[in-house]
């Protein structure tokens, strides 16, 4: 008989971590080569992962909800000495030691400060997982601040959205130890009960508490700005129309509006590479790859991004395969992780919900997202050679949100108007 470690796979490019959701088996079941272990879900992506060799569990080192780096050792598999490891857990091991699950968690003892009264612990459960202490840490949040902060998780673990609730809320406990006097004329947030009504109580899923998670980040972390400008799609819209069919005769692709918006976006983009960017600390970087990323509807109603990758390197044809390919994959909820990583800029297309416009919440760490409305026929003053007249023209309105820590007023005002104009003078004469 020998062990082998189970080790955390890797689940798709730049994931360096996962969080475990279920464990199929449990210590002494029988486990086949290639039957699914456990799931554990990265960023929106819930992933199953199979067993690598066939045997019997003889050790499960971490819980449901632990944080793992990739390549720690999960689990230990008593085999009985043929071992017919996967090519892919080839492909995947690493020098990482054996991390059990003490090492997945820390436990903080009270300071003598809280000993003293001085403040009240609300988070009497001390252990903070990695991602926990992550986000303290870039946040500046102490220990002892940890532990004041209400817990809603599994037997009172803090959760990663009850630490940016917190931070939302103002951080309240965040000088609570000090004997300093407050400023009477500073703002403190107002504690309300509010009378949250009576009615059917739904649970958030796991996506939809991940998505809020992100949007209250979003919102504490970048100051928003909205811009927004009107654009004459006529152009784009008749061609599509009239090349449609052909197209799809001769690419095998349906060719809707959105690999037509990315390939303008793309273009946009590298007129003013300093949209496609992050902020870390006080550096601005700005991307080298120009990846759009589609905000999707999923079967269920929540959200996801798929990413349309190098987007400027791409034909329509390219584009139109990528965007056919990623919206499959998001209606039969066959998403991989690769598929909603490293988006660089992304566009949510309000108008097929049927929305004239939209402020739309920057997908971090992005700095600005584009909303499109509804594409719809109005009446139009124009300009011919007869003079002005009025015409009926399919209009859309765009409108960015965007980071004002690193984008200004003229950027961001510049960049949508570019990407108005690339639809408005779309070549009417344009060869599939």
């Known amino acids: 008989m020998s062990k082998v ?39 929106k992506v819930d992933s199953e992962v199979p067993s690598n060799v066939s045997g019997v569990i003889e050790e499960i080192l971490c ?5 793992i780096k990739i390549g720690e050792t999960i689990a230990i598999i008593k085999t009985d000495g043929k071992v017919s490891v996967s090519k892919k857990e080839t492909d995947n091991k690493t020098d990482q030691k054996k991390v059990k699950q003490t090492k997945t968690s820390k436990k903080v003892k009270p300071s003598p400060v809280a000993a003293s009264g001085q403040f ?53 406990f965040k000088f609570a130890q000090s004997v300093v006097q407050q400023d ?106 120009i990846n759009i990323g589609m905000a999707t509807a999923l079967p269920s109603g929540n959200l996801i991004v798929p990413v349309v990758r190098n987007a400027d390197t791409k034909d329509l044809k390219g584009l139109a395969s990528d965007v056919n390919a990623l919206a499959v994959k998001a209606r039969e909820n066959n998403l991989k992780a690769d598929d909603i990583q490293g988006s660089t800029f992304t566009i949510s297309n309000v108008g097929t919900f049927g929305s004239v416009m939209g402020t739309p919440i920057i997908n971090q760490p992005e700095v600005a997202i584009l909303a499109l409305g509804i594409i719809k026929k109005r009446p139009e003053v124009i300009t011919t050679e007869k003079g002005d007249e009025i015409a ?38 344009r060869v599939l």
């Open 5 to 43: 470690e189970f080790k955390m796979p890797k689940l798709g490019e730049s994931i360096t971590e996962a969080t475990i959701i279920t464990w199929f088996k449990n210590v002494g079941d029988t486990i086949e080569e290639d039957e699914m272990l456990v799931e554990v879900a990265t960023d």
């Open 63 to 67: 819980r449901a909800n632990d944080v």
């Open 120 to 172: 009240n612990v609300s988070n009497s459960n001390t252990f903070f997982s990695p991602l926990i202490i992550k986000i303290a840490k870039e946040h500046h949040i102490s220990f002892e601040e940890l532990a004041r902060i209400p817990a809603t998780g599994h037997d009172g673990r803090l959760r990663k959205s009850d630490v940016f609730q917190y931070i939302e809320d103002g951080r309240p």
């Open 392 to 429: 009926i023209r399919s209009m859309m309105y765009l409108s960015l949100s965007f980071d004002h820590r690193v984008v200004d007023g003229f950027l961001g005002g510049s960049f949508v108007r570019r990407v108005a104009d690339y639809f408005e003078q779309f070549d009417v004469d």
């Open 184 to 289: 009477p004329t500073a703002y403190r947030i107002p504690q309300l009960n509010f009378d949250k009504g009576k009615g059917k109580v739904i649970e958030m899923d796991r996506m939809r508490q991940m998505i809020a998670d992100h949007m209250v980040y979003s919102k504490h972390t970048s100051p928003h700005v909205t811009a927004y400008v009107e654009a004459d799609m006529t152009n784009m819209v008749n061609w599509r129309n009239a090349n449609k069919l052909a197209f799809q005769e001769k690419y095998g692709e349906r060719l809707t509006f959105t690999p037509l918006f990315v390939e303008a976006v793309a273009k946009a983009v590298k007129d003013f590479p300093n949209i496609n960017a992050s902020v870390d600390g006080k550096n601005i970087i700005v991307k080298e790859d």
